[in-house]
């Protein structure tokens, strides 16, 4: 599986129309370029997750869509990478009983995942190679795109070890003791069809063909073995997760995860988002994570019609900068002590920003990574709306549960809120070259 | 429009099916499955020994390489002149073809992907696809990578033709004899008998779906549905007379008179004798029957498994079962020629063959199976996700075994 394509100094160009017979998976761009001289740089690479703090100023960074981050690494791409604008998240049921279709199609994955994100085609062939009477490996929607900065990251969930205490695939034995189901929670109208799942796959990218395409490839390659559940489309991120980025706003109108980790921070990383060496359980997923994605609708209709004083009173933050409303700018610490008239305090009891400060949840922190969504309209002509969240934690148990049972009971975002779907997954740490995604699960 | 709507393949996209050409590949598409390709060429970026590039014009056949080592050998032909070009790679008797890739277009470019066994070959361009061609000689070293047999038995190929051809005149003679004692149940009234029959006898027809098909003008006047019609035009076969022995889910439906039912049983009776008469003198290639097996499942995949297709009588599994049963008979045909030629794919799509029916009969009831209706959505999307399993494999059968 050695990639020597495979980018992972900063600045490195790659060719963009090498051809070879068995690996026909050439820059995408390469196909529609021609065989000009003079190839594309579209496979400039990023410095990937933490090293990004130490990335040179943008003197010659390529255009953003052209850029690509590693594949292979410590951790997965798609965690504490720069959040990208657009999403195409995807769960899935195993469909064999048989573990040697697991571990081949999670090798599959990886493989047709690296060369995605590298910008090249799914399989070996490409969208038009191959046998003429064949289907081609390539199912040809992002040719002439660039890598458009695509990470593909993949996570196990609950059902993939036990289903009703059958070991499905002889590893209940390394299921974590945190990798389970995740409760009711207050609030909570769950469907069936929105939740749950036995893998995975989370595509991110600037261009949303780029990610459709990444999901699409894995749902065919996946044929036979593991058959889509559900899967959700995001249009716009809602967090940032590089100091790099401006705070994005979500369909409320809000900044939204002013105080999220970033890749910069790579202590509270480790305190709060990589799964640290543990039992026998869960020793395979040192360096890994926890991924908690919950569909949460929004009634926009009726918060659209809250005074401006309800909305910024209901957040506990300025609708215009995202400061706190104690005072100060968007990164102000908030002082939830300060009181104003009447002695009330200026961030109230029920807003959001009191309920979810790590200062009043036992410090903990999560990397959040949503993205907003609107699935067309209901009967009623309302917006099927609101935020696909997606958080990255150490454990569950400690940094998900609790908070959200404190947001479901008193926050005062709740009441503009529905939770509709939910799913816990265990990322595995990034795979090295030559490896496959998960691969520490199966070592005996 | 109170009938089922979905995209239906056109009468023209779906006899492309069986209208396509063998081409002479002899390889099967390697799998997606990792590690396939993970030898690094030995002579860096471009320097795939296997990898061979041909640039056909009206006067030459530039070839980029004298010898490839044994292997999978792929030959991407660019035709750089102003005919319509073939390349071939021919055997050292310069007349065994091992492979070719045929209708070249001026500026186009194709891959002709094959398995070669050491020896001595010719390649061959054919400008204006006529005369001997421009021929190089070619040789394959041994590489130790063991190639998949080259070549097709043509004893194999022959059988399978042939038995194919039986099998659809077989099932052609049995759709006649039920569809008219259908006819006649339902033309004299006795309703209770022809939706006995109707299921029963459609099997027939659905098991050669593709190729009944492929008479382009018969498959509308016999197997369209409501929701198929352009305004103002006239509806009959099978379907039109589902929706009268089970109206139930109409609103206002008049029941046809009994003229009407004469006529529209009597138009169904002549227009399977027609098909009976076409059927006989067709012969079938192994890209036909293999095209026609996968083009029976996207049947299934399109319009059973939704319950789309027998939206009154909501008999769809009988058709399910009749189309799998089609395209695991073309498979089977095939099976001595995938053996030899790509034994994983064989080995794959019968399990998968077997999966499907294996959920299939879950579902059975009598003679027959339980209505669609009866599905839950968790086991319509059982059956969805066994077709696609098998569907995927079924996808790359052609190539197997042109």
Not at chain 2, 347 to 372: C, N, P
Not at chain 2, 373 to 399: F, I, M, W, Y
């Amino acid at each position: 599986m050695t990639d020597p394509s495979t980018p992972d100094v900063p600045g490195t160009a790659q060719p963009a129309t090498r051809r070879r017979a068995r690996d026909r998976g050439v820059s995408r761009r390469g196909v529609l370029a021609g065989a000009g001289a003079g190839a594309v740089g579209v496979g400039a690479g990023l410095a990937g997750g933490l090293g990004l703090g130490t990335r040179e100023s943008s003197a010659a960074q390529p255009a953003p869509e052209a850029q690509s981050h590693p594949f292979y690494g410590q951790h997965q791409a798609g965690i504490v990478t720069p959040a990208q604008d657009r999403l195409h998240f995807a769960a899935f049921d195993m469909v064999s009983e048989d573990r040697a279709d697991l571990v081949s199609l999670l090798q599959d994955w990886t493989v047709a995942a690296a060369r995605m994100t590298q910008g090249r085609d799914a399989g070996p062939f490409g969208a038009t190679s191959g046998p003429y009477d064949a289907p081609p490996d390539d199912t040809g929607e992002a040719l002439g795109l660039p890598p458009s900065r695509l990470t593909i990251t993949v996570g196990l969930g609950p059902s993939l070890f036990t289903v009703g205490g059958h070991d499905r695939y002889g590893l209940a034995g390394r299921q974590p003791v945190a990798l389970r189901r995740l409760p009711h929670f207050p609030g909570d109208n769950l469907e069936a069809e929105r939740s749950d799942g036995d893998l995975c796959i989370q595509a991110c990218s600037d261009d949303p063909q780029v990610a459709v395409h990444a999901v699409r490839n894995l749902a065919r390659i996946a044929f036979g073995r593991a058959a889509l559940r559900w899967s959700q489309l995001g249009f716009g991120r809602t967090s940032s997760t590089s100091t790099s980025q401006a705070t994005a706003r979500n369909l409320f109108g809000f900044k939204d995860g002013t105080m999220n980790l970033k890749a910069e921070e790579p202590s509270l990383l480790d305190q709060h988002v990589w799964v640290p060496p543990g039992d026998a359980r869960s020793s395979w997923l040192t360096g890994g994570s926890y991924l908690v994605a919950r569909r949460i609708n929004m009634t926009i209709e009726t918060w659209d019609r809250q005074p401006l004083r309800e909305q910024e009173r209901v957040i506990g933050r300025s609708k215009a900068e995202g400061a706190p409303l104690s005072g100060g700018a968007e990164f102000t610490q908030p002082d939830f002590a300060l009181t104003g008239r009447a002695d009330q305090p200026l961030i109230a009891p029920e807003a959001h920003v009191r309920m979810v400060h790590p200062d009043n949840n036992n410090g903990v922190q999560m990397l959040r990574r949503g993205y907003n969504f609107v699935d067309g309209s209901n009967g009623l002509g309302r917006m099927d709306a609101g935020l696909f969240f997606i958080a990255y934690v150490k454990d569950p148990r400690t940094h998900y549960i609790p908070v959200q049972n404190k947001i479901a009971r008193g926050d005062g975002l709740s009441e503009y809120l529905q939770h509709t779907g939910s799913a816990l997954f265990a990322v595995p740490p990034g795979a090295p070259e030559g490896g496959y995604l998960g691969q520490s699960l199966f070592a005996s | 429009m109170t009938g089922p709507s979905r995209p239906r393949p056109t009468a023209a996209r779906r006899r492309a099916g069986l209208a396509l050409t063998a081409t002479g590949a002899l390889l099967a598409l390697p799998l997606l499955s990792a590690c396939t390709d993970n030898t690094a060429p030995a002579g860096g970026d471009d320097g795939d020994p296997r990898a061979v590039t041909v640039q056909a014009t009206d006067q030459g056949c530039s070839v980029s390489s004298a010898s490839a080592p044994s292997g999978n050998l792929t030959f991407s032909v660019t035709n750089a002149g102003t005919k319509v070009t073939e390349f071939y790679l021919l055997a050292s008797d310069g007349l065994r073809i091992l492979g070719e890739v045929e209708n070249i277009g001026p500026g186009l470019s194709r891959d002709l992907v094959l398995s070669a066994p050491p020896g001595s070959y010719f390649t061959a361009c054919k400008p204006g696809m006529v005369g001997e061609g421009i021929r190089s000689a070619f040789a394959v070293s041994d590489s130790g990578d063991s190639a998949a047999p080259s070549g097709t038995d043509a004893q194999l190929v022959a059988t399978a033709n042939k038995n194919y051809a039986a099998y659809v005149k077989d099932q052609t003679e049995q759709l006649v004899a039920k569809t008219d004692a259908f006819a006649t149940a339902y033309a004299a009234g006795d309703d209770a008998k022809a939706r006995d029959l109707y299921p029963r006898a459609r099997v027939h027809w659905e098991r050669i779906e593709t190729v009944a098909e492929s008479f382009g003008d018969l498959d509308p006047k016999m197997d369209l549905r409501e929701a198929d019609l352009e305004a103002g035009q006239k509806w009959t076969g099978w379907h039109r007379i589902e929706k009268d022995l089970w109206p139930a889910r109409a609103k206002g439906y008049t029941p046809l008179t009994t003229a009407q039912r004469k006529t529209y049983a009597a138009d169904l009776v002549q227009n399977t004798a027609t098909l009976q008469g076409k059927v006989k003198t067709s012969t079938f290639t192994v890209d036909q029957i293999a095209n026609g097996s996968r083009g029976l499942l996207d049947e299934v995949a399109t319009g059973k498994v939704t319950g789309e297709e027998e939206y009154w009588s909501r008999t769809d599994l009988w058709d399910f079962q009749a189309n799998v049963d089609g395209a695991r008979v073309g498979f089977e045909g095939l099976r001595p020629v995938v053996q030899q030629k790509d034994p994983a794919l064989d080995t794959e799509i019968d399990e998968r063959f077997t999966a499907l029916q294996e959920l299939l009969d879950q579902h059975r009831r009598g003679a027959g199976f339980v209505s669609y209706d009866d599905l839950s959505t968790g086991e319509v999307k059982q059956l969805s996700d066994a077709v696609n399993a098998l569907a995927e494999p079924l996808s790359r059968l052609t190539a197997a075994v042109v």
